[in-house]
């Protein structure tokens, strides 16, 4: 089954400047690439996400980019706020129905001012 | 927007017995519900996915007897966790999504402790 790797455990930057999450999959049959954002003692908030069709999508200070190539995805926040700071999850799922996606094991974000 | 709330947010029950726990999906059909857990230090795990008018896909590791599911129609799921035990504690999410999108939206979550 698809196996998500999300490469940073932790991540810390100054207020202003981007930060960069990578994670890598196994299945090449996976298609859709979700990310979900958990602030303290809060669910999981979808955040933005890429199908296969495309290597690039932006929302705002949100860009994710995608390498099939590679089974390589990562998301970039441009200009990070305080309120960016949060656990970021990475996930990875066939293009339909019959599939659920898998997450990777987050990444704590810490934006500081 | 869509909205899945999840009930109850806390629950403790002790070691052996079973504790069910519920999915509604407001403002839109929830043809997929798909029940994860996030146990402490580790991330989601996916236990399975139901689709209406579809089986109930289980994950390895997880198992109907366990953890059966019942999703009787376009709003409302639950999940219950049989016989448990210390291993069993954690997060447990519900994500609900509409048959024409691949987002899964989900709710703020069961917390499940085992004494």
């Known amino acids: 089954g698809e196996k998500v790797e999300q490469h940073e455990s932790t991540l810390s930057v100054r207020e202003g400047d981007s930060a960069v999450i990578n994670c890598t999959y196994t299945?090449?049959?996976?298609?859709?690439f979700p990310w979900y954002k958990q602030e303290a003692g809060k669910s999981l908030h979808f955040v933005i996400d890429?199908?296969?069709?495309?290597d690039r999508k932006q929302s705002q200070r949100l860009i994710v980019l995608l390498d099939k190539k590679a089974k390589r995805f990562s998301l970039h926040i441009t200009a990070t706020q305080p309120e960016d700071s949060a656990i970021y999850f990475c996930?990875?799922?066939?293009?339909?129905?019959?599939?659920?996606?898998?997450f990777g094991a987050g990444t704590k974000l810490s934006v500081k001012p | 927007g869509a909205l899945v709330y999840q009930y109850p947010r806390r629950t403790i029950c002790k070691s052996g017995t079973s504790m069910r726990m519920e999915c509604q999906a407001v403002g839109f059909q929830a043809t997929s519900v798909a029940w994860y857990r996030q146990s402490p230090q580790k991330t989601f795990e996916l236990i399975a996915l139901s689709t209406v008018n579809s089986a109930i896909k289980y994950e390895q590791n997880f198992t109907q007897e366990k953890f059966p599911i019942s999703h009787p129609n376009l709003s409302f799921s639950s999940m219950t966790v049989l016989n448990a035990y210390l291993e069993d504690r954690g997060l447990y999410l519900c994500?609900?999504?509409?048959?024409?999108?691949?987002?899964?939206?989900f709710g703020a979550g069961t917390r499940l402790s085992v004494l």
């Open positions: 994500g609900a999504r509409l048959s024409s999108q691949n987002t899964l939206y």
């Open positions: 996930a990875a799922s066939k293009n339909n129905n019959n599939n659920a996606p898998r």
């Open positions: 890429i199908r296969s069709n495309v």
């Open positions: 299945d090449t049959a996976s298609s859709y």
